[in-house]
């Protein structure tokens, strides 16, 4: 990413999301959208190609991210070496994603939590090696996704050293992690009655 991204709109998607009218999108001032790839255990999101070229052909800055469901470090680094093939095949090297490859560590729906994987160190571990897969494979603009609370009080983030770019969900008024890239400020930005993730680039990628 450029210096001249800091302080640019974006929006985050994924099949959830529906039929998106990029161009109202464009129009609307998004300059960039991160689009899931996919979830699990290789699992394919069913939209990723169509929001990729929607997103493209639009004129907007794309990066991709990954839903994880990894309970273990060896799953993390499957579901890496699925995105980076998935990426590859299309045609979608790391020069083309200028906004970024993101690491999604949550546990949105409590899948982590039933199955006993919320210990600290396990989910700063499968970041990592989720992180070092795509390195590894020329993927080095790879970050992780997380909220304010996880990142401050679930993952060790000084584990993965100054080059991993943190995207920060923190639905507020500002982010208070003070070096995230990206900052996710609500889910609630409608554009063209539709309702998405905003987003707003704070440092480079």
Excluded at 18 to 23: A, K, L, P, S, V
Excluded at 79 to 94: K, N, Q, R, S, W
Excluded at 107 to 113: L, M, R, T, V
Excluded at 174 to 188: G, K, N, V
Aim: aromatic share 14%; hydrophobic share 40%.
């Amino acid at each position: 990413m450029s210096e001249s991204m800091k302080g640019k709109r974006g929006i985050d998607v994924s099949e959830n999301n529906g039929c998106i009218d990029w161009e109202a999108v464009k129009e609307a001032g998004i300059d960039f959208a991160i689009v899931r790839l996919g979830y699990g255990n290789c699992h394919l999101d069913s939209c990723f190609y169509d929001n990729v070229n929607g997103a493209l052909d639009a004129g907007l800055e794309i990066g991709v991210y990954y839903y994880s469901y990894a309970l273990s470090v060896e799953a993390a680094k499957r579901e890496a070496e699925f995105l980076v093939d998935t990426l590859l095949d299309c045609g979608l090297p790391m020069e083309r994603l200028t906004m970024g490859v993101w690491f999604d560590m949550e546990d949105a729906d409590g899948y982590k939590a039933r199955h006993g994987a919320i210990d600290g160190q396990l989910l700063t571990g499968m970041c990592s090696a989720f992180i070092d897969t795509c390195y590894g494979r020329g993927f080095d603009r790879c970050g992780v996704y997380a909220s304010y609370d996880w990142l401050e009080n679930r993952l060790d983030t000084f584990q993965w050293g100054d080059n991993t770019s943190i995207w920060c969900a923190q639905w507020d008024e500002e982010c208070d992690w003070e070096s995230a890239a990206l900052w996710q400020y609500t889910d609630a930005l409608e554009i063209d009655g539709h309702i998405f993730d905003g987003n707003i680039c704070l440092a480079e990628v």
